[in-house]
């Protein structure tokens, strides 16, 4: 079974940076795309970024697009998430997931971590 656990989240000001992780509990890590989604309240979950199995391919939402970075970290099992310059418009749960291929949909990813609270003020 594949675990994620996610950390990192926080209240931040707008302009402001945070940078979350997501710890993948798997002896396979190097199998996986891995992807970050967020929820904001009364909004679908929608795709923020995700890289493929090496690191090599990173894809992003318009949205995020030269303010996040995705990186993975194969030493330590883990994936991450660079926030910068920050806009109350990011508030949301964000979410890290893990799946055989880099795709931008939900139904692609096959586990799923519970989520970290990200709060921009304005």
């Known amino acids: 079974q594949v675990q994620l656990v996610e950390s990192g989240g926080g209240l931040v000001q707008a302009g402001g940076s945070l940078r979350l992780s997501c710890e993948v509990s798997?002896?396979?890590?190097?199998?996986?795309?891995l992807g970050w989604f967020r929820q904001a309240p009364g909004k679908e979950r929608e795709f923020v970024a995700a890289?493929?199995?090496?690191?090599?391919?990173?894809n992003y939402a318009d949205s995020v697009k030269g303010r996040f970075t995705i990186s993975r970290d194969t030493a330590k099992n883990t994936v991450y998430l660079q926030m910068n310059s920050l806009k109350p418009e990011d508030t949301a749960v964000y979410c890290c997931?893990?799946?055989?291929?880099?795709?931008?949909?939900?139904?692609?990813?096959?586990?799923w971590g519970q989520g970290t609270q990200v709060t921009v003020s304005s």
């Open positions: 997931a893990a799946g055989p291929f880099l795709r931008r949909r939900t139904v692609d990813y096959d586990y």
């Open positions: 798997t002896r396979t890590f190097n199998n996986f795309a």
């Open positions: 890289v493929n199995y090496n690191g090599g391919i990173t």
